[in-house]
């Protein structure tokens, strides 16, 4: 229970933090373009590693 709770209030931390990451490169460096290019790439890989991570062969 004690990583169940880490990892949701790691994500709650990150869910409010990337936003605001998200807005200073986009406004300082990139643009808003390539920022949200950027960012549904990664996002991309994260879902992927999260469906990976949920099938039941990676589950035995």
Request: net charge positive; charged share 10%; with cysteine.
């Amino acid at each position: 229970q004690r990583a169940s709770t880490g990892v949701t209030t790691f994500n709650t931390f990150w869910v409010y933090l990337t936003p605001l990451l998200g807005a200073y490169i986009a406004d300082a460096h990139w643009g808003r373009y390539k920022t949200i290019c950027v960012a549904v790439g990664i996002a991309l890989v994260g879902h992927i590693l999260l469906v990976y991570s949920a099938l039941p062969s990676t589950l035995e």
